[in-house]
């Protein structure tokens, strides 16, 4: 069986490093993860430049059985 949990991680360099941030924090507390899912990105303006990055992904896992 396979469930799927929704999560939101962001980043100061880009949108690549907070999936990966993501993925990391996920795998704290969930074993098993089989793939990411990016559902939405968006980034913090400042001064006419990006501060920060964000992405809502879903993270698919393998649940033991």
């Known amino acids: ?14 949108f690549t490093e907070a999936t990966e941030n993501a ?7 969930v074993k098993n993860i089989k793939s990411v899912y990016v559902e939405n990105m968006n980034a913090n303006v400042e001064d006419d430049k990006i501060v920060s990055y964000g ?3 879903k993270i698919s896992f393998e649940v033991d059985q």
């Open 1 to 14: 069986m396979v469930k799927v949990i929704e999560v939101i991680a962001s980043s100061d360099k880009g």
């Open 23 to 29: 993925v990391k924090e996920a795998s704290k507390t």
């Open 55 to 57: 992405v809502n992904a």
